[in-house]
């Protein structure tokens, strides 16, 4: 008996089918951990479960196939329990989370999350953004690899603006005076009213002095601006060894460079050599008359 018929599918969604088959561990490790945790809380609320129930209920399948959610707060288990009742939703639902990814990645948005503080403001975002659209049109990256290089510089030169802002600020500033004052005043109290002042304000901690500050937000600005040149010599150095060649008539283009050869001059073609008579070389006659 043979297997049945696959409908035909382009290659994305088979890729989406494959990448969710090698999933297959993840996918039975959420559905592990959920049970546990339906276990846990049970055994914590004082309800009899069983491992069986506790199963069935994790792998029972959602009412409404996969729950209305952003596409970064799908789980593992909204894909483990769509991949086991209703594959063709988890292939769709899969294939969303990654455009969003891809979308994602391709606006900038996921190298400015990277260098942004926690609740930053749009102009924060709009910053590094407008650095990127500037090193876009002036290096016009043409592949993946490119962008990829581009969205790096400008995470370096956003983080190395950053940092000197925050050495100019450390050396026209004192650092922590209100920290300081609070330090000074806490080296007075008794071993009771430290302990009240860390449940009422919280712990100190460690700082830094204000000349280590200042060095280390110097050092920081130095070491991403050269990390920004690092990565623009690695993408002057990729182009250069990868770029186009072509050759048009006399003119050869290599990257970048244009260099004019001279045409090659003209051949005669040959006429083949093929076998023909032989020739016979004359011989001088010998006179016969006396």
């Not at 391709?106 to 924060?124: I, K």
């Not at 830094?208 to 920004?228: K, N």
């Not at 690695?234 to 048009?248: A, I, N, Q």
Request: glycine share 6%.
């Amino acid at each position: 008996m043979g297997l049945p018929a696959i409908p035909k599918r382009d290659k994305r969604d088979l890729a989406a089918l494959e990448e969710l088959a090698a999933f297959r561990s993840d996918l039975v490790e959420t559905v592990s951990r959920h049970v546990e945790w339906l276990l846990d809380h049970d055994r914590e609320a004082d309800q009899s479960i069983t491992t069986a129930e506790a199963v069935a209920r994790a792998r029972r399948p959602h009412p409404s196939g996969l729950p209305e959610k952003e596409p970064e707060q799908v789980s593992w288990h909204d894909l483990a329990n769509l991949m086991e009742h209703r594959p063709v939703h988890a292939r769709a639902a899969w294939e969303h989370v990654k455009e969003a990814a891809r979308e994602e990645l391709r606006t900038g948005v996921r190298g400015a999350r990277s260098v942004e503080r926690h609740f930053s403001a749009p102009y924060e975002r709009a910053q590094y953004l407008v650095i990127l659209e500037a090193l876009r049109e002036a290096l016009g990256p043409r592949d993946g690899v490119e962008d990829l290089l581009v969205q790096q510089m400008a995470g370096a030169y956003e983080q190395s603006l950053r940092w000197q802002a925050r050495a100019v600020e450390r050396v026209e500033h004192e650092s922590w005076d209100g920290e300081r004052a609070r330090r000074r005043a806490r080296e007075n109290m008794t071993p009771a009213q430290r302990e009240r002042d860390d449940a009422n304000y919280g712990w100190i901690p460690p700082r830094l002095s204000d000349a280590a500050a200042i060095d280390q937000a110097a050092m920081l600005a130095d070491r991403y601006q050269r990390g920004f040149l690092r990565l623009l010599r690695t993408f002057r150095e990729l182009r250069r060894v990868l770029g186009p060649l072509v050759m048009t008539g006399g003119q050869l283009n290599v990257a970048e460079k244009q260099i004019v050869s001279a045409a090659p001059a003209p051949v005669t073609p040959c006429r083949p050599r093929g076998p023909g008579p032989r020739r016979v070389k004359p011989t001088a006659r010998r006179s016969t008359t006396p």
